[in-house]
C-alpha cells in the first residue's frame, strides 16, 4: 500500500519504519521537501521509504498518518491540502499538547472539543480516525513490548475507515485489543487522558507501559 505520513518526528519515523519493514511504500511529508530528518529516515527506513512535502506525502498516500505536533496540526494539514485528503482515511495521531508554559504540558483544546474534530470539522472530506495517541510510539507499533492484553482505541464518525485502522491495528501492528469508543467526540477523552499518562510516565519512570480495560458480564 502507499502511506503518507504528515510528520518528520520520532513518532512519524516509528510508524513509517514499521511500515515499510513490511513491505508498504511510504512517504514522509514535511513543511520542507528536503527535510533533514526525513532525509536521514529514509536513508535508515530503505527500499519504500521516500520525503516530500506534506502535499507530496498526501497526494502519494492512499491511507494516511497525522504525526504532526498538536498545536501545528491544522496548519500542517492545510499545507497538506484539503482537496488531497478527500476521501481518504487520516489516522490522527496527534495531541494537542501545549510546552509554551513549561512541564507539565497544558492542553490547547479539551473538555467540549478535541484536536480530532477539530481535524475533522476542518476537513470534511477526510475520514478522521483517531487512534494511538494514548500510547508511546514504540508500543503502537509493537504492543508485544508490553505483556498481556492491554487497550488501544478507535474513535471517528465513519464505521468503515474505523473497521480499516482496527484491522490495520491488530494484523501490521499486532494489537489485540481494540476498542471503539464511537464518533470523533470521544477523541476528547483519549486527548485528555494524556494529563494521566504523562503522571503515569513519571510515576513508573519509563513511557513502556500501556492500560488495560477489565470488563464484568
Ligand atoms: N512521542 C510519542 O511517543 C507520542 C505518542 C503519542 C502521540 N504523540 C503525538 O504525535 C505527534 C508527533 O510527535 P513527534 O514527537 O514525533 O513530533 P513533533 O515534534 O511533535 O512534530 C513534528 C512535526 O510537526 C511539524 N510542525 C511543527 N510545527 C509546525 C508548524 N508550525 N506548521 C506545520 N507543521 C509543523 C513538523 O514539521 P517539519 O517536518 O516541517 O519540521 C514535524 O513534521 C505529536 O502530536 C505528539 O503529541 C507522540
Given at each position: 500500500m502507499r502511506i503518507g505520513i504528515f510528520g518528520t518526528g520520532t513518532v512519524g519515523q516509528t510508524i513509517?519504519?514499521?511500515?515499510?519493514?513490511?513491505?508498504?511504500?511510504?512517504?514522509?511529508?514535511?513543511?520542507?521537501?528536503?527535510?533533514?530528518?526525513?532525509?536521514?529516515?529514509?536513508?535508515?527506513?530503505?527500499?519504500?521509504?521516500?520525503?516530500?512535502?506534506?502535499?507530496?506525502?498526501?497526494?502519494?498516500?492512499?491511507?494516511?498518518?497525522?504525526?504532526?505536533?498538536?498545536?501545528?496540526?491544522?496548519?500542517?494539514l492545510r499545507l497538506a491540502g484539503a482537496g488531497n485528503l478527500d476521501g481518504k482515511v487520516l489516522v490522527d495521531v496527534a495531541n494537542p499538547l501545549d510546552f509554551s508554559r513549561g512541564m507539565p504540558p497544558t492542553l490547547t483544546v479539551c473538555n467540549s472539543d478535541s484536536l480530532g474534530e477539530q481535524i475533522q470539522r476542518a476537513f470534511p472530506g477526510a475520514r478522521v480516525v483517531k487512534s494511538l495517541n494514548t500510547v508511546n510510539c514504540m508500543v503502537m507499533v509493537d504492543p508485544a513490548r508490553i505483556p498481556g492484553d492491554h487497550a488501544i482505541f478507535v474513535s471517528g464518525n465513519d464505521a468503515a475507515a474505523k473497521r480499516q485502522v482496527s484491522d490495520m491495528l491488530r494484523q501490521w501492528f499486532g494489537w489485540r485489543q481494540v476498542i471503539d469508543l464511537g464518533d470523533i467526540s470521544a477523541a476528547r477523552g483519549t486527548e485528555m487522558y494524556l494529563t494521566l499518562w504523562l503522571r503515569m510516565m513519571g510515576a513508573l519512570k519509563t513511557a513502556n507501559f500501556n492500560v488495560a480495560v477489565a470488563r464484568g458480564a
Open positions: 513509517g519504519t514499521k511500515l515499510v519493514s513490511l513491505g508498504h511504500e511510504v512517504r514522509l511529508g514535511s513543511r520542507s521537501a528536503d527535510n533533514e530528518k526525513a532525509a536521514g529516515w529514509v536513508k535508515s527506513a530503505g527500499k519504500g521509504a521516500s520525503q516530500g512535502t506534506f502535499a507530496d506525502a498526501a497526494t502519494f498516500g492512499e491511507l494516511l498518518f497525522n504525526c504532526t505536533a498538536g498545536g501545528a496540526s491544522l496548519e500542517a
